[in-house]
């Protein structure tokens, strides 16, 4: 049933080409030029903001959708952990969508802040794996991941399938309110037709990934860096290095390097930079030479042109295909995902179980 893998977090990973194309082709029809939600009549002109709610993994998630919302359609998003949002208690306002991302469906601060939001929020949407779940059954629509049973603790192919997803919705969010043109969308259409086949050569990557995760697994703390659509996933590397490894890690934006976490950069601090060559690149090359000069070791992930232009005294180096800027976080979340794997392997911990940690977390 791990189809050969040692681990189901290994066979989820290595699965992530498949379902993801599953997810591709249930909202974006091969031949079709349109994203189609299926069963959802959504109209995102009569939409004015969205609120996206989730916890974990899945909120990181929401995180890097914000981005694609905001810069692909215009929309002003809000983006909250699950068990701040319910106590706080925010006003829902306006012609508000209510967002609601869970792998499992079943988690209790999730539908506690979902259940918040009914009678306020013009709309409750949520994208789920797990169709015939508690929150999947009390929205309004319900959008499905098609990542099929995720039984690794961490999860790896639910995040790439949420982004798939999210993305999607952010795409007919733009074509609704016209903020991208008909070739704009195009690009995306055949980008993301594409993706199966680039998280593929993400995949053929494997062997350098695991050299660096060896490095790693001699460290007590690690930092991931990122910038953009890549600070979100810095986070998620972070929390898939801290669950299964057990060595502690933290995700920051690259530009908050020196406001802070710079203190503690030394020879011993491997710092996971995520870097496609894209429009904030020098910006995050900087921060990565401000980590080198203080003798920090920094693991560049990044494309041909970034290595080309940054590798000067990087400690190693990860390479990943070149796709289509808005769809990095998807390809980058496989070596995220593989360091931790790799990590937690060289250290013998229990990758599918870890320790204190449940897959649906039920109880607040
Ligand atoms: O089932 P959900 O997506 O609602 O779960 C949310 C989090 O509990 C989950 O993502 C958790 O953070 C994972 N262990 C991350 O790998």
Same mark, same amino acid.
């Given at each position: 049933?791990?189809?050969?893998?040692?681990?189901?977090?290994?066979?989820?990973?290595?699965?992530?080409?498949?379902?993801?194309?599953?997810?591709?082709?249930?909202?974006?029809?091969?031949?079709?030029?349109?994203?189609?939600?299926?069963?959802?009549?959504?109209?995102? !002109?009569?939409?004015?903001?969205?609120?996206?709610?989730?916890?974990?993994?899945?909120? &990181? /998630?929401?995180?890097?959708?914000?981005?694609?919302?905001?810069?692909?359609?215009?929309?002003?998003?809000?983006?909250?952990?699950?068990?701040?949002?319910?106590?706080?208690?925010?006003?829902?306002?306006?012609?508000?969508?209510?967002?609601?991302?869970? =792998?499992?469906?079943?988690?209790?601060? !999730?539908?506690?802040? +979902?259940?918040?939001?009914?009678?306020?929020?013009?709309?409750?949407?949520?994208?789920?794996?797990?169709?015939?779940?508690?929150?999947?059954?009390?929205?309004?629509?319900?959008?499905?991941?098609?990542?099929?049973?995720?039984?690794?603790?961490?999860?790896?192919?639910?995040?790439?399938?949420?982004?798939?997803?999210?993305? #999607?919705?952010?795409?007919?969010?733009?074509?609704?309110?016209?903020?991208?043109?008909?070739?704009?969308? /195009?690009?995306?259409?055949?980008?993301?037709?594409?993706?199966?086949?680039?998280?593929?050569?993400?995949?053929?990557?494997?062997? /350098?990934?695991?050299?660096?995760?060896?490095?790693?697994?001699?460290?007590?703390?690690?930092?991931? +860096?990122?910038?953009?659509?890549?600070?979100?996933?810095? #986070?998620?590397?972070?929390?898939?290095?801290?669950?299964?490894?057990?060595? %502690?890690?933290?995700?920051?934006?690259?530009?908050?390097?020196?406001?802070?976490?710079?203190?503690?950069?030394?020879?011993?601090?491997?710092?996971? *930079?995520?870097?496609?060559?894209?429009? *904030?690149?020098?910006?995050?090359?900087?921060?990565? =030479?401000?980590?080198?000069?203080?003798?920090?070791?920094?693991?560049?992930?990044?494309?041909?042109?970034?290595?080309?232009?940054?590798?000067?005294?990087?400690?190693?180096?990860?390479?990943?295909? %070149?796709?289509?800027?808005?769809?990095?976080?998807?390809? &980058?979340?496989? @070596?995220?995902?593989?360091?931790?794997? %790799?990590?937690?392997?060289?250290?013998?911990?229990?990758?599918?179980? @870890?320790?204190? +940690?449940?897959?649906?977390?039920?109880?607040?």
């Amino acid at each position: 049933e791990k189809n050969g893998h040692k681990h189901f977090m290994a066979k989820e990973i290595a699965e992530q080409p498949i379902v993801i194309a599953d997810a591709i082709r249930s909202y974006l029809p091969s031949g079709g030029d349109q994203v189609v939600l299926p069963g959802a009549d959504l109209d995102f !002109t009569k939409l004015d903001r969205l609120t996206m709610v989730a916890c974990g993994t899945a909120f &990181y /998630a929401c995180l890097t959708a914000k981005y694609w919302f905001e810069q692909l359609a215009q929309m002003p998003v809000e983006v909250d952990i699950a068990s701040e949002f319910r106590y706080r208690e925010p006003p829902i306002t306006g012609r508000t969508m209510a967002l609601f991302v869970s =792998q499992s469906g079943e988690t209790a601060d !999730t539908l506690a802040a +979902l259940r918040y939001c009914e009678g306020k929020a013009d709309k409750i949407v949520s994208v789920v794996n797990v169709p015939e779940s508690s929150i999947a059954r009390e929205s309004d629509i319900a959008l499905p991941i098609h990542a099929g049973v995720e039984i690794g603790v961490a999860s790896t192919k639910a995040f790439t399938c949420q982004l798939s997803v999210l993305l #999607m919705m952010a795409l007919k969010a733009a074509a609704d309110r016209g903020t991208l043109t008909d070739d704009e969308l /195009a690009d995306h259409y055949a980008a993301l037709r594409g993706l199966p086949t680039v998280m593929n050569a993400a995949l053929d990557q494997n062997p /350098a990934i695991k050299t660096s995760a060896q490095r790693l697994s001699e460290a007590r703390d690690v930092l991931f +860096l990122g910038r953009g659509l890549m600070y979100p996933l810095a #986070m998620e590397g972070a929390l898939k290095l801290k669950e299964i490894s057990y060595v %502690h890690a933290e995700g920051y934006a690259s530009g908050e390097l020196k406001h802070g976490p710079i203190a503690l950069i030394d020879k011993n601090m491997p710092v996971v *930079v995520m870097a496609p060559r894209d429009t *904030v690149f020098d910006k995050t090359v900087s921060n990565m =030479q401000e980590v080198m000069a203080r003798k920090g070791k920094v693991i560049l992930v990044s494309d041909d042109d970034g290595i080309a232009e940054a590798e000067d005294g990087v400690w190693s180096i990860i390479r990943m295909p %070149h796709v289509h800027s808005s769809l990095t976080p998807i390809l &980058y979340s496989v @070596p995220a995902q593989l360091l931790a794997y %790799h990590t937690a392997v060289a250290k013998g911990t229990d990758v599918d179980q @870890p320790r204190n +940690l449940a897959k649906s977390v039920t109880v607040e």
